[in-house]
Protein backbone atom coordinates (compact mmCIF):
# COMPACT_ATOMS: atom_id res chain seq x y z
CA UNK A 1 0.00 0.00 0.00
CA UNK A 2 2.95 2.50 -0.43
CA UNK A 3 0.82 4.33 -2.86
CA UNK A 4 -1.98 4.84 -0.55
CA UNK A 5 1.05 5.98 2.05
CA UNK A 6 1.77 9.22 -0.75
CA UNK A 7 -1.33 9.78 -0.84
CA UNK A 8 -2.82 10.48 2.25
CA UNK A 9 -0.13 12.97 3.63
CA UNK A 10 -1.47 15.25 0.79
CA UNK A 11 -5.04 15.30 2.18
CA UNK A 12 -5.40 17.92 4.59
CA UNK A 13 -6.52 17.08 7.84
CA UNK A 14 -8.87 19.51 8.72
CA UNK A 15 -12.04 18.97 6.84
CA UNK A 16 -10.94 16.24 5.23
CA UNK A 17 -12.42 16.28 1.69
CA UNK A 18 -14.55 12.91 0.51
CA UNK A 19 -12.66 9.86 -1.02
CA UNK A 20 -14.01 9.75 -4.62
CA UNK A 21 -13.80 7.17 -7.27
CA UNK A 22 -10.54 9.05 -8.80
CA UNK A 23 -8.85 8.72 -4.84
CA UNK A 24 -8.78 5.45 -5.23
CA UNK A 25 -8.00 5.16 -9.04
CA UNK A 26 -5.08 7.08 -8.52
CA UNK A 27 -3.76 4.80 -5.54
CA UNK A 28 -4.73 1.26 -7.29
CA UNK A 29 -3.59 2.38 -10.54
CA UNK A 30 -6.44 1.42 -12.37
CA UNK A 31 -8.99 3.13 -14.44
CA UNK A 32 -12.20 5.38 -12.42
CA UNK A 33 -14.50 2.52 -14.50
CA UNK A 34 -12.57 -0.19 -12.97
CA UNK A 35 -12.95 0.82 -9.41
CA UNK A 36 -16.72 1.87 -9.72
CA UNK A 37 -17.40 -2.11 -11.28
CA UNK A 38 -14.89 -3.93 -8.74
CA UNK A 39 -16.93 -1.52 -5.72
CA UNK A 40 -19.91 -3.15 -6.98
CA UNK A 41 -18.58 -6.63 -7.38
CA UNK A 42 -18.69 -6.72 -11.15
CA UNK A 43 -17.88 -10.13 -12.43
CA UNK A 44 -16.42 -8.60 -15.05
CA UNK A 45 -13.77 -7.31 -12.93
CA UNK A 46 -11.19 -10.38 -12.07
CA UNK A 47 -11.47 -11.08 -8.11
CA UNK A 48 -7.76 -10.14 -7.66
CA UNK A 49 -8.81 -6.83 -8.68
CA UNK A 50 -11.96 -6.65 -6.68
CA UNK A 51 -10.10 -7.56 -3.79
CA UNK A 52 -7.57 -5.19 -3.88
CA UNK A 53 -9.92 -2.37 -4.94
CA UNK A 54 -12.15 -2.54 -2.14
CA UNK A 55 -8.72 -3.22 -0.05
CA UNK A 56 -7.49 0.13 -0.93
CA UNK A 57 -11.20 1.88 -0.41
CA UNK A 58 -11.86 0.71 3.07
CA UNK A 59 -8.16 2.35 3.83
CA UNK A 60 -8.92 5.30 2.49
CA UNK A 61 -12.37 5.42 4.53
CA UNK A 62 -14.51 5.61 1.12
CA UNK A 63 -18.56 5.77 1.75
CA UNK A 64 -20.52 5.65 -1.47
CA UNK A 65 -22.82 8.33 -2.60
CA UNK A 66 -26.48 6.69 -1.96
CA UNK A 67 -27.51 8.52 -4.68
CA UNK A 68 -25.05 8.25 -7.07
CA UNK A 69 -25.21 4.35 -6.62
CA UNK A 70 -29.28 4.50 -7.46
CA UNK A 71 -28.28 6.45 -10.55
CA UNK A 72 -25.61 4.03 -11.92
CA UNK A 73 -28.36 0.96 -11.03
CA UNK A 74 -30.47 2.82 -13.25
CA UNK A 75 -28.65 3.84 -15.83
CA UNK A 76 -27.36 -0.16 -16.19
CA UNK A 77 -31.03 -0.84 -16.56
CA UNK A 78 -32.14 1.67 -19.20
CA UNK A 79 -29.16 1.26 -21.15
CA UNK A 80 -29.45 -0.42 -24.46
CA UNK A 81 -27.12 -2.88 -24.90
CA UNK A 82 -26.75 -6.47 -22.99
CA UNK A 83 -29.73 -7.42 -20.32
CA UNK A 84 -28.62 -5.81 -16.89
CA UNK A 85 -32.24 -4.25 -16.84
CA UNK A 86 -34.08 -7.74 -16.83
CA UNK A 87 -34.37 -10.21 -13.88
CA UNK A 88 -33.86 -13.88 -14.21
CA UNK A 89 -37.17 -16.13 -12.49
CA UNK A 90 -36.07 -19.52 -11.96
CA UNK A 91 -38.79 -22.21 -12.28
CA UNK A 92 -38.02 -25.27 -10.76
CA UNK A 93 -41.07 -27.38 -11.27
CA UNK A 94 -40.46 -28.94 -14.65
CA UNK A 95 -44.20 -27.74 -15.75
CA UNK A 96 -45.11 -24.54 -18.42
CA UNK A 97 -46.62 -21.48 -15.90
CA UNK A 98 -49.91 -21.79 -16.28
CA UNK A 99 -49.98 -25.15 -14.83
CA UNK A 100 -47.53 -23.86 -11.97
CA UNK A 101 -49.22 -24.14 -8.37
CA UNK A 102 -51.59 -20.85 -7.61
CA UNK A 103 -49.21 -19.46 -4.46
CA UNK A 104 -46.25 -19.89 -7.36
CA UNK A 105 -48.62 -17.90 -9.93
CA UNK A 106 -49.78 -14.66 -6.88
CA UNK A 107 -45.78 -14.98 -6.53
CA UNK A 108 -44.77 -14.28 -9.61
CA UNK A 109 -47.65 -11.18 -10.48
CA UNK A 110 -45.84 -9.90 -7.23
CA UNK A 111 -42.56 -9.86 -8.47
CA UNK A 112 -43.64 -8.57 -11.88
CA UNK A 113 -45.58 -5.86 -10.68
CA UNK A 114 -42.60 -4.91 -8.82
CA UNK A 115 -39.84 -5.41 -11.01
CA UNK A 116 -41.60 -3.03 -13.87
CA UNK A 117 -42.71 -0.29 -11.24
CA UNK A 118 -38.21 -0.49 -10.53
CA UNK A 119 -37.99 -0.71 -14.18
CA UNK A 120 -36.88 -3.88 -14.98
CA UNK A 121 -38.21 -6.80 -16.96
CA UNK A 122 -38.48 -10.18 -16.33
CA UNK A 123 -38.38 -13.17 -18.19
CA UNK A 124 -39.35 -16.97 -16.64
CA UNK A 125 -36.29 -19.88 -17.12
CA UNK A 126 -36.87 -23.35 -16.30
CA UNK A 127 -34.01 -24.78 -14.20
CA UNK A 128 -32.51 -28.15 -15.84
CA UNK A 129 -32.08 -31.14 -13.06
CA UNK A 130 -29.24 -32.16 -13.76
CA UNK A 131 -26.08 -29.89 -12.37
CA UNK A 132 -24.13 -29.06 -15.81
CA UNK A 133 -27.33 -28.33 -17.34
CA UNK A 134 -27.70 -26.04 -14.11
CA UNK A 135 -23.87 -24.74 -14.83
CA UNK A 136 -24.70 -24.18 -18.24
CA UNK A 137 -28.28 -22.16 -17.67
CA UNK A 138 -25.36 -19.91 -14.91
CA UNK A 139 -23.49 -19.41 -18.44
CA UNK A 140 -26.42 -18.35 -20.63
CA UNK A 141 -27.67 -15.93 -17.67
CA UNK A 142 -24.29 -14.31 -17.73
CA UNK A 143 -23.14 -14.12 -21.37
CA UNK A 144 -27.12 -12.04 -21.56
CA UNK A 145 -26.43 -10.16 -19.31
CA UNK A 146 -28.79 -10.77 -16.39
CA UNK A 147 -27.53 -9.81 -12.83
CA UNK A 148 -30.51 -10.37 -11.11
CA UNK A 149 -32.27 -13.83 -10.42
CA UNK A 150 -35.55 -14.74 -8.44
CA UNK A 151 -35.97 -18.46 -7.24
CA UNK A 152 -39.12 -18.86 -6.82
CA UNK A 153 -40.41 -21.93 -4.53
CA UNK A 154 -39.09 -25.25 -5.27
CA UNK A 155 -40.31 -28.48 -5.29
CA UNK A 156 -39.38 -31.06 -2.12
CA UNK A 157 -36.90 -33.09 -4.22
CA UNK A 158 -35.39 -30.27 -6.21
CA UNK A 159 -34.14 -27.90 -2.71
CA UNK A 160 -30.98 -27.85 -3.81
CA UNK A 161 -29.86 -25.40 -6.57
CA UNK A 162 -26.17 -25.62 -8.45
CA UNK A 163 -25.87 -21.94 -10.53
CA UNK A 164 -22.68 -19.97 -10.42
CA UNK A 165 -24.10 -18.04 -8.26
CA UNK A 166 -20.78 -16.09 -7.47
CA UNK A 167 -22.00 -13.89 -10.58
CA UNK A 168 -25.53 -12.66 -9.66
CA UNK A 169 -27.31 -11.72 -7.00
CA UNK A 170 -30.26 -13.16 -6.14
CA UNK A 171 -32.89 -13.91 -3.69
CA UNK A 172 -35.31 -16.58 -2.82
CA UNK A 173 -39.29 -16.63 -2.31
CA UNK A 174 -40.75 -19.12 0.58
CA UNK A 175 -38.71 -21.25 2.59
CA UNK A 176 -38.50 -24.02 0.58
CA UNK A 177 -34.92 -23.43 -0.94
CA UNK A 178 -31.85 -24.76 1.49
CA UNK A 179 -29.19 -24.49 -0.90
CA UNK A 180 -27.77 -21.91 -1.38
CA UNK A 181 -29.07 -19.95 1.49
CA UNK A 182 -29.98 -16.95 -0.28
CA UNK A 183 -31.98 -13.55 1.48
CA UNK A 184 -35.93 -14.82 1.25
CA UNK A 185 -38.90 -13.09 1.70
CA UNK A 186 -41.40 -15.54 2.91
CA UNK A 187 -45.19 -15.42 4.59
CA UNK A 188 -44.56 -16.01 8.11
CA UNK A 189 -45.76 -19.15 8.71
CA UNK A 190 -45.37 -19.04 13.30
CA UNK A 191 -47.71 -16.11 13.00
CA UNK A 192 -50.09 -17.83 10.74
CA UNK A 193 -50.46 -21.21 12.95
CA UNK A 194 -51.09 -18.38 15.72
CA UNK A 195 -53.61 -16.37 13.99
CA UNK A 196 -55.90 -19.94 13.01
CA UNK A 197 -55.64 -21.42 16.32
CA UNK A 198 -56.22 -18.27 18.61
CA UNK A 199 -59.32 -17.09 15.93
CA UNK A 200 -61.09 -20.63 16.29
CA UNK A 201 -60.52 -20.41 20.12
CA UNK A 202 -62.13 -17.20 20.13
CA UNK A 203 -65.19 -18.38 18.02
CA UNK A 204 -65.74 -21.01 20.89
CA UNK A 205 -64.20 -24.00 19.80
CA UNK A 206 -62.34 -26.14 22.44
CA UNK A 207 -60.21 -29.09 20.95
CA UNK A 208 -58.44 -28.44 17.49
CA UNK A 209 -56.68 -31.01 15.37
CA UNK A 210 -54.39 -30.64 13.08
CA UNK A 211 -53.98 -31.64 9.33
CA UNK A 212 -51.37 -31.72 6.89
CA UNK A 213 -49.36 -33.31 4.18
CA UNK A 214 -45.90 -34.37 5.29
CA UNK A 215 -44.44 -32.86 2.32
CA UNK A 216 -46.02 -29.23 2.95
CA UNK A 217 -44.17 -29.19 6.43
CA UNK A 218 -41.29 -30.43 4.78
CA UNK A 219 -40.57 -27.45 2.66
CA UNK A 220 -41.80 -24.96 5.04
CA UNK A 221 -39.25 -26.03 7.96
CA UNK A 222 -41.76 -27.81 10.14
CA UNK A 223 -42.73 -24.43 11.28
CA UNK A 224 -46.28 -25.04 11.17
CA UNK A 225 -46.32 -27.97 13.16
CA UNK A 226 -43.85 -26.75 15.74
CA UNK A 227 -46.14 -23.66 16.11
CA UNK A 228 -49.26 -26.05 16.31
CA UNK A 229 -47.60 -28.04 19.04
CA UNK A 230 -46.36 -24.94 20.84
CA UNK A 231 -50.41 -23.74 20.98
CA UNK A 232 -51.33 -27.27 22.27
CA UNK A 233 -48.83 -26.64 25.08
CA UNK A 234 -50.07 -23.14 26.14
CA UNK A 235 -53.28 -24.83 26.19
CA UNK A 236 -52.88 -27.27 28.12
CA UNK A 237 -53.78 -29.75 26.09
CA UNK A 238 -51.31 -32.78 25.84
CA UNK A 239 -49.58 -34.08 22.62
CA UNK A 240 -51.31 -37.94 22.85
CA UNK A 241 -54.73 -35.76 23.40
CA UNK A 242 -54.41 -34.16 20.24
CA UNK A 243 -51.45 -35.78 17.84
CA UNK A 244 -51.48 -33.92 14.16
CA UNK A 245 -52.09 -35.98 11.35
CA UNK A 246 -49.37 -35.84 8.98
CA UNK A 247 -50.55 -37.51 4.99
CA UNK A 248 -48.01 -39.18 3.40
CA UNK A 249 -45.87 -39.98 6.65
CA UNK A 250 -46.60 -43.36 7.08
CA UNK A 251 -49.83 -43.10 9.17
CA UNK A 252 -52.50 -45.60 8.09
CA UNK A 253 -55.29 -43.75 10.11
CA UNK A 254 -57.98 -42.73 8.46
CA UNK A 255 -58.88 -39.15 9.08
CA UNK A 256 -62.56 -39.64 10.07
CA UNK A 257 -61.80 -42.22 12.09
CA UNK A 258 -58.63 -39.68 13.53
CA UNK A 259 -61.20 -37.16 14.36
CA UNK A 260 -63.54 -39.36 15.80
CA UNK A 261 -61.12 -41.15 17.72
CA UNK A 262 -60.32 -37.58 19.41
CA UNK A 263 -63.17 -35.67 19.16
CA UNK A 264 -62.13 -32.91 17.58
CA UNK A 265 -64.45 -29.91 17.28
CA UNK A 266 -62.50 -27.88 14.36
CA UNK A 267 -59.25 -28.54 12.18
CA UNK A 268 -56.38 -26.42 10.88
CA UNK A 269 -55.16 -28.28 7.69
CA UNK A 270 -53.04 -27.27 4.75
CA UNK A 271 -55.51 -25.60 1.94
CA UNK A 272 -55.04 -29.11 -0.07
CA UNK A 273 -55.68 -31.46 3.08
CA UNK A 274 -58.96 -28.99 3.80
CA UNK A 275 -60.68 -29.65 0.29
CA UNK A 276 -59.99 -33.78 0.80
CA UNK A 277 -61.31 -33.04 4.45
CA UNK A 278 -64.41 -30.64 3.27
CA UNK A 279 -65.27 -33.63 0.51
CA UNK A 280 -64.78 -36.59 3.24
CA UNK A 281 -67.06 -34.86 5.57
CA UNK A 282 -69.80 -34.19 2.73
CA UNK A 283 -69.64 -38.13 1.92
CA UNK A 284 -70.22 -39.42 5.76
CA UNK A 285 -73.17 -36.95 5.91
CA UNK A 286 -71.34 -34.61 8.55
CA UNK A 287 -72.70 -31.08 8.40
CA UNK A 288 -69.56 -28.07 8.23
CA UNK A 289 -69.29 -26.12 10.22
CA UNK A 290 -72.28 -27.72 12.79
CA UNK A 291 -70.34 -31.04 13.26
CA UNK A 292 -66.74 -29.53 12.85
CA UNK A 293 -65.21 -26.69 12.00
CA UNK A 294 -62.35 -26.37 9.52
CA UNK A 295 -59.94 -24.06 8.89
CA UNK A 296 -57.41 -23.95 6.41
CA UNK A 297 -54.03 -22.38 5.89
CA UNK A 298 -53.09 -20.71 2.63
CA UNK A 299 -57.09 -19.92 1.12
CA UNK A 300 -56.60 -18.83 -2.55
CA UNK A 301 -58.14 -15.64 -3.44
CA UNK A 302 -60.77 -17.30 -5.54
CA UNK A 303 -62.08 -18.93 -2.79
CA UNK A 304 -64.85 -17.02 -0.67
CA UNK A 305 -66.26 -20.78 1.51
CA UNK A 306 -63.45 -22.30 2.84
CA UNK A 307 -62.62 -20.11 5.96
CA UNK A 308 -58.76 -19.56 7.43
CA UNK A 309 -55.75 -17.11 6.65
CA UNK A 310 -55.28 -15.83 3.26
CA UNK A 311 -50.94 -15.66 2.75
CA UNK A 312 -50.46 -12.04 1.33
CA UNK A 313 -48.55 -13.68 -2.19
CA UNK A 314 -48.62 -11.00 -4.69
CA UNK A 315 -46.69 -8.90 -1.27
CA UNK A 316 -44.17 -11.90 -1.19
CA UNK A 317 -42.90 -11.31 -4.68
CA UNK A 318 -42.98 -7.63 -4.14
CA UNK A 319 -40.70 -7.82 -1.61
CA UNK A 320 -38.34 -9.86 -2.89
CA UNK A 321 -37.89 -7.73 -5.83
CA UNK A 322 -37.22 -5.43 -3.29
CA UNK A 323 -34.56 -6.99 -1.81
CA UNK A 324 -32.99 -8.02 -5.12
CA UNK A 325 -33.15 -4.41 -6.23
CA UNK A 326 -30.92 -2.98 -3.09
CA UNK A 327 -28.53 -5.55 -3.86
CA UNK A 328 -28.21 -5.22 -6.93
CA UNK A 329 -27.45 -1.50 -6.64
CA UNK A 330 -25.03 -2.25 -3.74
CA UNK A 331 -23.18 -4.59 -6.14
CA UNK A 332 -23.76 -7.46 -3.69
CA UNK A 333 -23.08 -10.67 -5.45
CA UNK A 334 -23.06 -14.72 -4.71
CA UNK A 335 -24.11 -16.41 -1.46
CA UNK A 336 -24.25 -13.56 1.52
CA UNK A 337 -22.64 -14.74 4.29
CA UNK A 338 -25.28 -13.97 6.76
CA UNK A 339 -28.48 -14.43 5.11
CA UNK A 340 -31.94 -12.09 5.96
CA UNK A 341 -35.37 -12.33 5.96
CA UNK A 342 -38.56 -10.23 5.36
CA UNK A 343 -41.53 -12.28 6.69
CA UNK A 344 -45.17 -11.32 5.78
CA UNK A 345 -48.66 -11.50 7.55
CA UNK A 346 -51.30 -13.11 6.34
CA UNK A 347 -55.13 -12.22 6.99
CA UNK A 348 -58.18 -14.14 8.17
CA UNK A 349 -61.10 -14.91 5.80
CA UNK A 350 -64.52 -15.89 8.30
CA UNK A 351 -65.57 -18.40 4.94
CA UNK A 352 -68.59 -20.61 5.56
CA UNK A 353 -66.64 -23.57 6.73
CA UNK A 354 -66.60 -22.12 10.41
CA UNK A 355 -68.93 -20.95 12.61
CA UNK A 356 -69.10 -16.63 12.63
CA UNK A 357 -69.20 -16.36 16.34
CA UNK A 358 -68.54 -18.27 19.66
CA UNK A 359 -71.44 -20.20 20.83
CA UNK A 360 -73.05 -19.51 24.40
CA UNK A 361 -71.50 -21.79 27.27
CA UNK A 362 -69.18 -23.57 24.96
CA UNK A 363 -66.58 -23.04 27.30
CA UNK A 364 -64.29 -21.94 24.92
Known amino acids: MQTIARILP ?16 VAAGVSNPTVSRALRNDPRISLATRERVQAIAKELGYRPDPAMSALVAYRQRVQPTGNYGKLAILNAWGLPEEKLMFYFKQQLAGIRERATQLGYQTELFDVPVDVAGQKHLSRTLAARGIRGIVVGPVPLQRRELNLDWEGFSAVAVGYSLTSPALHYAANDHHL ?48 D ?10 VTTGVLNWLDKHQFDAVIAGYFESQALLR ?4 AGRIVPRDLGVAAIAVPMDDAVTSGVRENLVHMGVLAVDQ ?30 VRSEALVGSGG
Not at 198 to 222: P, T
Not at 241 to 250: D, E, I, Q, T
Request: some cysteine; aromatic content about 8%.
Open 10 to 25: LMPQPNVPSVTIKTIA
Open 192 to 239: TMDTLYGQLKALGYRKIGFYNHINSERRNRHIYLATYLKCLLLDGVSY
Open 241 to 250: AAPPLLAGAG
Open 280 to 283: DLAE
Open 324 to 353: LHAQLIHGERGIPQRRHSVLVESGWCQGTT
